[in-house]
């Protein structure tokens, strides 16, 4: 892959571009975005680009030269992103393998994913060699967000934001990776899953689309039923399923905006549910309403920051019948 092909984020990709064009990378960069924002994609861009033999720097990774056609280069070493917490263990195997000179590139690069699941102790150790790094080393973290790190690991590095992507330049993208998707339910999946290209891709791909379709008129009719209990056994199913999760509570988010926009007389509605919205419109004070959506975009973030999910549930049934009134 090739820097032009990442979706959105010209200031990140200038700001790479800017590094590659002068063929010096600091020793550590950090990739801050939210799952699914393709920091994965570009951290693997910039490992390509770090040990490709293209004379010309400026069309670095070229695609095309031995290295780049390499399927697993062995001058870049990936640790983490398989949703374990890193141990100090991992950080120390880590640290060993930085240290082992480049085989065939002028760098190693070290890819450290979800580096906020970092322990406290693994966060020290990698401060240790992050003050002092082997020359030959190219350190690209990604995490969620930089506020879970140590501040002396971060201002170690330099920092990269990735963000969501809009529609249009989405599309391109979306186009390309799902070719036989329709390109309304590409609109509706870009606009559930927030912008992130990777969880717009994920979902679809999983099958998790459907279940969001299925999940959201059934949540939104949930939130004043006459009882707590249907809500906790639909909830009960998300308990797996982070991105589904995510899916959920943004479809519910539009189904609420879309009840506020017929209170309101009326416009166009992007909601999958039309029915529940229609219905909570009529059962609802528009007061409750707002005060749905927004406990429903605060349970959003604190989805964000890795909260236990079983917890996390049980908070959302509770805030969500709450502000309802049920
Ligand atoms: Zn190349």
């Known amino acids: 892959m090739q820097f032009g092909e990442f979706a959105g984020n010209v200031a990140a990709k200038q700001q790479l571009g800017a590094m590659i064009d002068a063929g010096r990378f600091p020793h550590a960069l950090l990739l801050e975005g939210e799952a699914g924002s393709g920091r994965r994609m570009l951290a693997a861009c910039i490992a390509r680009a770090a040990v490709c033999r293209e004379p010309d720097f400026t069309r670095r990774p070229c695609g095309v030269c031995a290295a780049c056609q390499k399927t697993t280069h062995p001058d870049i070493v990936t640790f983490g992103g398989d949703g374990a917490a890193l141990s100090v263990d991992t950080i120390r195997r880590l640290r060993e393998e930085a240290y082992v000179l480049p085989n065939e590139s002028p760098y190693r690069v070290m890819i450290l994913a979800q580096a906020h699941t970092m322990t406290p102790q693994a966060q020290n150790a990698l401060l240790k060699i992050l003050e002092e790094p082997p020359a030959h080393v190219l350190f690209v973290l990604t995490c969620n967000n930089r506020s879970q790190l140590l501040q002396t ?5 330099v920092c990269i934001p990735v963000s969501p992507v809009e529609w249009e330049e989405a599309l391109l993208v979306l186009r390309r ?3 036989q998707t329709e390109q309304a339910v590409l609109q509706q999946a870009h606009a559930l899953f927030g912008g992130c290209v990777g969880r717009v891709v994920e979902g679809l791909n999983e099958g998790v689309w459907q279940q969001v ?19 906790l056994q639909l909830t009960a199913r998300l308990e797996k399923d982070k991105t589904l999760t995510d899916g959920v509570l943004a479809g519910l988010q539009l189904v609420l ?25 009529g059962r609802l004070s528009g007061q409750r309403l707002v005060s749905l959506l927004e406990q429903t975009e605060q349970l959003q973030q604190a989805h964000k920051h890795n909260m236990n999910n079983t917890l996390f549930l049980t908070r959302l049934c509770a805030c969500l019948r709450q502000a309802a009134g049920s």
């Open 257 to 281: 905006r879309d009840a506020l926009v017929l209170q309101y007389g009326g416009g166009r509605l992007l909601s999958t549910a039309p029915k529940e919205a229609q219905s909570l419109a």
């Open 153 to 157: 690991i971060c201002s170690r590095c």
């Open 213 to 231: 379709l299925e999940l959201v008129p059934l949540m939104a009719a949930a939130l004043v039923a006459p009882t707590e209990w249907p809500l």
């Open 177 to 179: 990776l799902l070719p």
